[in-house]
C-alpha cells in the first residue's frame, strides 16, 4: 500500500514531463511518417504433393513418417528462402525491370518513380548489358559482369540495401506451411505492387529449377556412375566370352563335358576290345607254335616261301584296313562310304585267303604225317590260325595306333578342362557384377523418375495476384508506439533515477536511507499558488510535530527535554525550536529554550564532560513544569555527548528534503543513534514540499476538484466522496 501510495505521488511529481514529452515525441512521428512508404501485398499457394504423393518406387500412393515429411517440406522452404535461389529472383527481377520499365507510366513490372530511381543509379557499364530483346541473355551477361567486390554494382544490387533487389528485402518473404497439408503459401510485399508481383512469379519458376537440380544432381551422378560401369563391364564380359569362344574354336571343343565322357567311354571301350585282341593273338600263336612242331620241314619252309609270304603280307595287309574300317564304323552303321569299303575289302580277302589256302594245298606233297594225320587237313588248320594270328597281330597293330590318338587327346583334353572352367568362373563373376549394375541402373532411374514425378507434382495452386490496393497503413501504430514507448521510457528513466537519487526528498526515502522515523515535515517556499498559504502550512505541520512529540514524553516527568540536532548547519533548527515554542506558548505551555552558543559553549570542557543538561544550563533552567528545548551545534562540529543524548525524551534530527544524504551524513548519524541507545530517535525534514506535509497534516488547501481527487485516489479512497476531504 505504502508503496503504491509513493509510486502514485511520484508520477504527480513527473505528471509534466508525461505529458508533454511523449506529446512532443508523438507530434515528431507524425510528421517522420507523412511520405512514409506504402507496401503492397502478394501471395501465392505451392502444392508439394510430399505426402500424399505417388512415386514409381512402390507403385502406390505413399504414406510417409512425420520426420520425413517435415524434413521434406523443410527442405523446400530453405530452397526457397536460399541465396541461391534468391540470387537468381534479384537478376532476373533487376533484367526485367531494366527491359520492361517505363519513366513515365507505371505498369505491371515497376512503377515510374521507381525505374527512375533505377536507371538514375545504374551505372552506364551496367546499362550497356541490358539486351532488350531478351531476358536471358540480360542475366548472362549480369551474371559474366558480376563479381565479388564493393565496387561492383550487380554484385552490390543482391549485398546492399536495395527495397527490391537486395537479400535483406527478398528475406521478407514468408513461407508458411498450411496445417498438415501438402499446401505451402508464401507471402511477400514491397513499396512497388510490381516490384512484389513479378518477385512472386520469378521466384515460383527459380525455386522449382534449383529444387530438381539439387533433387536430381545426385540421382543423375549415380546413373552415370552405374552406366559407365555397365559399359566396362560388359566390355569385359564380351572379350572373356569371345576369348573363350576362339579359344574352343582354337581345340575344337564343342561341349567339354560331353566330349570327355566320349573319351573316357572311348578309352574303356579300346581296353575291352584290346584285351579280346590280346587273347586271340596269343591263342592264335599257340596254336600255330603247336601245329608247326608236327609239321614236316617241307612245310615249315612254306613260310619262308615268297609267295606265301607275298599273300601272307597282303592277307595281313588286308586284315588290318578291315581292322581299321571296323574300328572306326563298328557304330557308324549309317555310313554307306564306310560300309562299301569294308565290303570289298572283305571280298579281297576272301579271295587271297582261298588262293593263299589253294597255294599252300599244293605245296604239300605228302597226304599224312608222321603221326597219321592228314595233311591237307592238318596244313588248313595251321594257315587257318596262321591267318587268325596275323589278322590278331594287324588289329593290335590297328588298336595301339587308336590307344596312342587316345591317349593325345586326353593329353589335349586335360589343360583344356582347366582352362575353360577358370575362363567360365571369370565370365559368371564379371556377368553378375553385370547384372548387379543393371539392377542399381534400373533402381536409379526408376528413382530419378519418382523424382521427376515428385517434382512435377510441385505446381502453383493459387497464382499470384498484380495488387491494386496497398496494405492498410502502419502509420498509426508506430505513432502510438513511439508515444507509448517514450511514456514508459521516461517512467522508466525518472524511476532509475529516483531509486538511484539520494535526495531526502519525503518520508519513505527518508526512513529508507537514514534508517530513522520521519515525525515530520516543515514546508518550504512553496509554489506561487501556494505561498499566501505557506502560514497556514507551517502552522499544521509544527501542530502534528508538537503532538507527536508529545506523545512520547513520558508520564511523570515535569520537564521532558527535546534534542534538537542536525547534521551540518543551516538546516532549520532554529526555526524548528521557534516554531515549537511559539506553538506550545500559544497553548500555555511553558517551553525553557536553550542554545549553543548562547545558553552554553559546545567547545567547552564542561560540555564535553557534561552529565546533564541542567548542570550545562546552570541558574538559567530554572525548577518547574515546563518543555526543555536544546539545539545542539551541528555533528559534523561537536560531538554531543552521549548522557545529553539518553538523558531527553526525544532526540530529533532536523534534515533538509532538498540536500543529498551524503556518506558522511549517514556516519554522523549511525553515531548519533548509537549514542542515543534507548531514547527515540526521529527525522524531521525541512523545506519539504507540501505533498510530504500532507502525509503527516492531511489534505492542505487550496482544495480544487482535481487536487481532491488526486489525494483521494493517493489515500485509496476509492469510493469515497471527491467534496469531503479524505
Known amino acids: 500500500m505504502e508503496f503504491l501510495q509513493y509510486f502514485f505521488r511520484f508520477l504527480h511529481r513527473i505528471r509534466w514531463w508525461l505529458v508533454i514529452a511523449p506529446l512532443a515525441i508523438a507530434v515528431v512521428a507524425i510528421l517522420a511518417t507523412s511520405n512514409m512508404e506504402r507496401s503492397y501485398p502478394v501471395d501465392m499457394t505451392i502444392y508439394t504433393g510430399i505426402v500424399s504423393g505417388y512415386t514409381m518406387e512402390t507403385g502406390e500412393t505413399t504414406v510417409q513418417t512425420s520426420t520425413v515429411v517435415n524434413n521434406t517440406i523443410d527442405n523446400i522452404i530453405n530452397i526457397i528462402l536460399s541465396k541461391e535461389t534468391l540470387n537468381e529472383v534479384s537478376l532476373h527481377l533487376y533484367a526485367r525491370h531494366m527491359i520492361h520499365g517505363n519513366p513515365d507510366e507505371d505498369n505491371e513490372y515497376i512503377q515510374a518513380v521507381n525505374f527512375r530511381n533505377l536507371q538514375r543509379i545504374t551505372p552506364p557499364g551496367v546499362k550497356a548489358l541490358i539486351d532488350t530483346t531478351s531476358e536471358v541473355k540480360t542475366v548472362d551477361n549480369l551474371k559474366k559482369y558480376e563479381k565479388a567486390s564493393p565496387h561492383n554494382f550487380v554484385y552490390g544490387l543482391f549485398h546492399w540495401n536495395h527495397p527490391h533487389y537486395s537479400y535483406g528485402a527478398l528475406s521478407r518473404i514468408k513461407v508458411v506451411r498450411l496445417g498438415n497439408s501438402d499446401m505451402l503459401k508464401i507471402f511477400y510485399a514491397a513499396n512497388d505492387p ?32 552405374f552406366e559407365e560401369e555397365l559399359a566396362r563391364v560388359g566390355k569385359e564380359l564380351r572379350e572373356g566370352e569371345d576369348s573363350l569362344t576362339l579359344y574352343n574354336i582354337e581345340n575344337r571343343i564343342i561341349n567339354y563335358d560331353e566330349q570327355t565322357k566320349q573319351v573316357a567311354a572311348l578309352d574303356k571301350d579300346y581296353d575291352l576290345r584290346f584285351q579280346d585282341l590280346l587273347l586271340n593273338y596269343n591263342s592264335a600263336a599257340a596254336s600255330v607254335r603247336f601245329l608247326e612242331t608236327n609239321m614236316e620241314e617241307n612245310m615249315l619252309r612254306l613260310k619262308d616261301n615268297a609267295d606265301f609270304l607275298a599273300r601272307l603280307s597282303q592277307m595281313s595287309f588286308l586284315n588290318g584296313k578291315i581292322a581299321e574300317i571296323e574300328t572306326f564304323y563298328h557304330d557308324s552303321i549309317n555310313s554307306v562310304q564306310g560300309g562299301q569299303d569294308l565290303k570289298s575289302l572283305k571280298q579281297q580277302s576272301e579271295k587271297v585267303k582261298n588262293d593263299l589256302v589253294n597255294f599252300t ?24 590260325e596262321l591267318l587268325k594270328l596275323e589278322k590278331a597281330k594287324a588289329e593290335i597293330e590297328v588298336m595301339e595306333d587308336d590307344m596312342a590318338g587316345l591317349d593325345q587327346q586326353y593329353s589335349h583334353f586335360s589343360p583344356i578342362g582347366s582352362t575353360i572352367k577358370r575362363q567360365e568362373r571369370s565370365i559368371n563373376f564379371i556377368e553378375r557384377n553385370y547384372l548387379s549394375i543393371l539392377t542399381s541402373l534400373n533402381a536409379a532411374r526408376l528413382r530419378l523418375k519418382s523424382l521427376e514425378m515428385n517434382s512435377a507434382s510441385l505446381k502453383l495452386i493459387n497464382q499470384p495476384v498484380f495488387p491494386l490496393n496497398a496494405e492498410p497503413s502502419k502509420r498509426r501504430q508506430l505513432v502510438m508506439a513511439a508515444y507509448i514507448g517514450s511514456l514508459f521510457f521516461l517512467i522508466g528513466f525518472f524511476l532509475l533515477v529516483d531509486l538511484l537519487d539520494r535526495t531526502l526528498r519525503d518520508r519513505i526515502r527518508t526512513e529508507r536511507i537514514t534508517g530513522a522515523k520521519m515525525l515530520g515535515a516543515i514546508p518550504g517556499r512553496g509554489k506561487l499558488r501556494q505561498r499566501k498559504y505557506t502560514k497556514l502550512y507551517k502552522e499544521k505541520a509544527v501542530q502534528y510535530i508538537a503532538n507527536a512529540l508529545q506523545d512520547h514524553f513520558h508520564t511523570g516527568d515535569l520537564s521532558p527535554i527535546v534534542n534538537i ?21 500559544k497553548q500555555g505551555v511553558p517551553v525553557q529554550v536553550i542554545r549553543y552558543g548562547e545558553d552554553f559553549d559546545p567547545a567547552s570542557p564542561g560540555y564535553l564532560f557534561a552529565g546533564s543538561i541542567r548542570s550545562l544550563a546552570g541558574d538559567k533552567l530554572a525548577e518547574g513544569q515546563k518543555i526543555i528545548l536544546v539545539e545542539h551545534a ?15 525524551s526525544v532526540n530529533l534530527a532536523i534534515l533538509r528534503a532538498d540536500r543529498a544524504w551524503s556518506e558522511k551524513n549517514k556516519q554522523l548519524f549511525d553515531r548519533f543513534k548509537a549514542k542515543s541507545a534507548t531514547t527515540p530517535v526521529f527525522v524531521c525534514l525541512n523545506n519539504a514540499e507540501k505533498e510530504v506535509v500532507e502525509s503527516f497534516t492531511g489534505m492542505l488547501p487550496p482544495y480544487s476538484y482535481r487536487k481532491r481527487l488526486f489525494y483521494r485516489y493517493t489515500q485509496f479512497g476509492l469510493t469515497a466522496s471527491c467534496k469531503s476531504n479524505v
Open 194 to 225: 510490381g516490384a512484389a508481383y513479378q518477385t512472386l512469379l520469378l521466384l515460383n519458376r527459380y525455386y522449382t529449377k534449383e529444387y530438381k537440380t539439387l533433387q536430381f544432381g545426385s540421382t543423375n551422378t549415380a546413373i552415370r556412375y
Open 361 to 384: 594245298e599244293s605245296y604239300s606233297n605228302r597226304k599224312y604225317t608222321r603221326d597219321g594225320y592228314p595233311t591237307s587237313n592238318f596244313v588248313t588248320q595251321w594257315l587257318d
Open 565 to 585: 540536532v542536525s547534521t551540518k548547519a543551516a538546516m532549520g533548527k532554529s526555526l524548528l525550536v521557534e516554531m515549537l515554542n511559539d506553538y506550545w506558548t
Open 634 to 648: 551541528p555533528m559534523e562540529v561537536v560531538s554531543i555527548p552521549a548522557s545529553l543524548l539518553t538523558e531527553a
